[in-house]
């Protein structure tokens, strides 16, 4: 059985022909171009899908769309994505299904990326995971007995959002002292800068000092990899965070498998170690038993995967 | 349909002879005295069971209890319960099982708060809720489409240790800057000393400050309603940390419907109001849209009504 996968960004989009049992067979990308509005965006998709049906021995069973924004419950409607200008209200499951005539649903993206580990990652033989999407913010998508957990609306796991300082710092004008406003990407390095303005003699310093856009996690890594104390201090520091929001979501759910994905998770146990360690010293003892903090090691390809399993599990008896 | 719910606490165990539609018929309390040990513990929980079934006019389907302590995931068991010395690991369906021939299932006393507002209380209407008891302690319970979320192992909803800030102060050796170190009742007493100490003319300073721990929430919300702005800061303050926590939950949950219930709640409105106002400050907009943060009117009953409830739900097939 085959279905295809969209990764819906503001810069590229991606698709994939999943099969069930393989995985990815074929992928393909092309670019967003945002600034052209929804008709031409969604005109797009369906060359992506079209680029990648074209690969098909047998038709796929629908489109699975992860996509930034407010899905709505049914799936079919995704509202006010950031980085897609005038989107508003798009109802994505119609307006492919007259360009492609191929069924599709919605899903917020870090949705799939937990269902795409739970079905082909580091999930597959775990019942309920919470998986932290650390890029330029924070996102999540938890897994209850193999099935994603949306809430009321379809907007559970915002866990970028969940506070761990209330007194903290600010990652948008509502959400204050969250986690991502520590580990964010963007976040993560703005907290750094002061740190690194004091050692003007470290690499991080001569290297990035005049250009800090150009900082990222992996830059810090390789240094901290290189022996460099500060850069260790500075994941370490951000490790600790994530391993406070941890904490929260443990104590509320008991669910005690946590895989990352994502550019900052790619400092590794840089950021995991200290991470694990925050985590252990505050969690109440009986949450210690199958603590684990792991790294998904699918990669972006999680999305993909969770796109079409979506396809898969939703759209398969609609044919 | 008749079933028996009992609390048992560390003072008193309570006991509820609970009718299907009509709620409790009869109720019946014995001291627990703990400090006798389990054995003598289990045949007062029987001697209460059988008071309460002499009023029964056809047997009960079983028995639900509330318990402090770490529940197993199949109900059977207590390990650990503070305020019950002794108690180590106890079957407490066998043993009941052997003093009373009915069966019981055991589950965690803020579960079955839930439970019990889901089925008789403000949760009546609701597919999800989060019940939050403010107490000696702070606990939770999370109902989702109508049943009780239980998590990996039974531990779910231990929403006092959620933190709202990690440089917090203690609640217990590990759980620090959890919402229960703020608005637990003994700490929240703990927290308002200092400021009470910086006001000696004010009737809180002249009444409780030689004996503060006599002080309680609802001297506090006593005071304020005539007018004691000291008190209205020291209810508002405590609001305010709920409020966090609260963003927190729905975050994570997307559960909109929050209810709260023991002695810290009995102060209603003066720290409801500054907790709702924390909360929709700093929630991300879409989840403004029916949140709602309410009193559980039926107060304890709330939790003999829930282990009522667990009995009907689960034992009513085994007969």
């Given at each position: 059985?085959?279905?295809?996968?969209?990764d819906?960004g503001?810069?590229?989009?991606?698709?994939?022909?999943?099969?069930?049992?393989?995985?990815?067979?074929?992928?393909?990308?092309?670019?967003?171009?945002?600034?052209?509005?929804?008709?031409?965006?969604?005109?797009?998709?369906?060359?992506?899908?079209?680029?990648?049906?074209?690969?098909?021995?047998?038709?796929?069973?629908?489109?699975?769309?992860g996509s930034p924004g407010i899905i709505?419950?049914?799936?079919?409607?995704?509202?006010?994505p950031p980085?897609?200008?005038?989107?508003?209200?798009?109802?994505?499951?119609?307006?492919?299904?007259?360009?492609?005539?191929?069924?599709?649903?919605?899903e917020n993206d870090a949705n799939l990326m937990a269902l795409g580990s739970?079905?082909?990652?580091?999930?597959?033989?775990?019942?309920?995971l919470i998986m932290l999407t650390l890029g330029t913010g924070v996102g999540g998508g938890i897994i209850?007995?193999?099935?994603l957990y949306r809430?009321?609306?379809g907007a559970a796991a915002e866990l970028g959002h969940?506070?761990?300082?209330?007194?903290?710092?600010?990652?948008?004008?509502?959400?204050?002292?969250?986690?991502e406003?520590?580990?964010g990407?963007?976040?993560?390095?703005?907290?750094?800068?002061?740190?690194?303005?004091?050692?003007?003699?470290?690499?991080?310093?001569?290297?990035?000092?005049?250009?800090?856009?150009?900082?990222?996690?992996?830059?810090?890594?390789?240094?901290?990899?290189?022996?460099?104390?500060?850069?260790?201090?500075?994941?370490?520091?951000?490790?600790?965070?994530?391993?406070?929001?941890?904490?929260?979501?443990?104590?509320?759910?008991?669910?005690?498998?946590?895989i990352v994905s994502g550019?900052?998770a790619?400092?590794?146990?840089?950021?995991?170690?200290?991470?694990?360690?925050?985590?252990?010293?505050?969690?109440?003892?009986?949450?210690?038993?199958?603590?684990?903090?792991?790294?998904e090691?699918?990669?972006n390809?999680a999305a993909?995967?969770g796109a079409?399993?979506?396809?898969?599990?939703?759209?398969?008896?609609?044919?």
């Amino acid at each position: 059985m085959l279905s295809i996968g969209i990764d819906l960004g503001g810069t590229n989009i991606k698709s994939a022909l999943i099969h069930r049992d393989e995985g990815i067979i074929a992928q393909d990308s092309v670019p967003t171009d945002a600034g052209r509005g929804p008709d031409y965006v969604l005109d797009r998709i369906a060359e992506s899908v079209q680029n990648t049906r074209n690969k098909a021995t047998e038709d796929p069973v629908g489109i699975g769309i992860g996509s930034p924004g407010i899905i709505s419950l049914d799936r079919t409607t995704v509202s006010n994505p950031p980085n897609l200008p005038g989107w508003d209200v798009v109802n994505v499951n119609e307006e492919l299904k007259k360009r492609t005539g191929l069924d599709a649903v919605v899903e917020n993206d870090a949705n799939l990326m937990a269902l795409g580990s739970s079905r082909y990652g580091e999930g597959q033989d775990l019942d309920s995971l919470i998986m932290l999407t650390l890029g330029t913010g924070v996102g999540g998508g938890i897994i209850i007995n193999r099935e994603l957990y949306r809430g009321a609306t379809g907007a559970a796991a915002e866990l970028g959002h969940v506070i761990i300082n209330f007194d903290g710092p600010s990652s948008n004008s509502k959400a204050k002292g969250g986690v991502e406003a520590y580990i964010g990407q963007r976040f993560l390095i703005r907290n750094a800068l002061p740190l690194i303005k004091k050692h003007p003699d470290n690499t991080l310093a001569k290297e990035y000092l005049d250009k800090p856009e150009a900082l990222e996690p992996v830059h810090l890594s390789r240094e901290a990899d290189r022996g460099n104390n500060l850069a260790v201090q500075i994941l370490s520091e951000a490790g600790r965070m994530l391993g406070y929001a941890i904490v929260n979501y443990i104590h509320i759910l008991d669910i005690r498998n946590i895989i990352v994905s994502g550019g900052v998770a790619k400092a590794g146990d840089w950021i995991l170690e200290p991470a694990r360690a925050a985590a252990r010293e505050r969690l109440l003892p009986p949450y210690l038993e199958g603590f684990q903090l792991s790294y998904e090691s699918l990669g972006n390809d999680a999305a993909l995967l969770g796109a079409g399993s979506l396809a898969f599990e939703l759209l398969a008896n609609h044919r």
